[in-house]
Every structure is written in C-alpha cells, then in structure tokens.
C-alpha cells in the first residue's frame, strides 16, 4: 500500500524509549509501496539500535537518498566498524551486554520482504547510516 515515509518514522519514534534522543526526518512527503506495519518495524530497531549504541542524546536523521523513493536513516553515534559491517545483520550478533542480537536482523529481513537492499556505511558524522535501495513509489491516483 501506499505509505507516508514521515508519517511512518515518526509513529515508530513516538514507540521507542528516545531518552533525550532527537529525530530529524527531512520534510520530502514521499510515498512509498509498503508494508505499514513491517516498515515501522523497521524504523523502530534502527531507532533503539542508534540508541543503545551511540547513547541517550543521540541524534537520528531519516531522508531520502537523491530524489527518493530510496531513503536512509543515520545517526552521529560512534558507527560500526568496516570489518563488523556485514555480521551486525546475523541472527543474535550483538555488543550490548543485555542486547538480543535480533534487532539489525530483523531489518534486514523486512528490506528483503520488500525486494529492497540494505547497506550499512557511515554517515557525514562518523555514525552509523543504513541506506534502504529499491524502493518503489507508491502510485498516485
């Protein structure tokens, strides 16, 4: 169905324990074929995920990538190291004492639910950035 990409994150955020996390998501009003529920889903591991590893006042930034659909969410934290890139998205990988190892796992199998690519690299700040490729826009009638 068609989903408000904004609308989507920021219901994800009012979901998660933020501390005094900030989320920024870039005014774009894109439209997205998706799934609501599994893409908010999605948004809500990666925001606990930049919580628990870049600390309560982390500040998360969702976009899109170019002229969209294709979006990313990133955040100033300290980011994952090159070499870790790919094991963060393995079933029960994780470096926080009380973490599940469940949570990166699970966004990655959303994206491919979707047809879509995951790529974890680093954002401007050195933090982590996830860039979801593939996207379709939704139609508009």
């Not at 004492?97 to 879509?116: F, K, N, P, Q, R």
Request: aromatic share 8%; hydrophobic share 40%; proline share 2%.
């Amino acid at each position: 169905e068609g989903v408000a990409l904004d609308a989507v994150a920021e219901a994800a955020w009012s979901t998660v324990d933020t501390a005094a996390a900030t989320l920024v998501v870039e005014d774009d009003s894109s439209t997205v074929e998706a799934d609501a529920d599994l893409l908010q889903q999605l948004f809500e591991n990666l925001f606990r995920n930049a919580r628990e590893h870049a600390g309560d006042g982390v500040a998360v930034r969702v976009g899109q990538i170019g002229d969209g659909p294709d979006f990313f969410v990133e955040d100033d934290g300290p980011g994952v190291p090159e070499a870790e890139r790919d094991r963060v998205f393995d079933a029960s990988y994780t470096t926080a004492e009380d973490g599940t190892g469940y949570g990166l796992s699970i966004v990655e199998t959303v994206t491919e639910a979707h047809g879509w690519n995951l790529r974890l690299t680093e954002s401007g700040t050195g933090g982590a950035r996830f860039e979801i490729r593939g996207v379709a826009r939704a139609e508009t009638s």
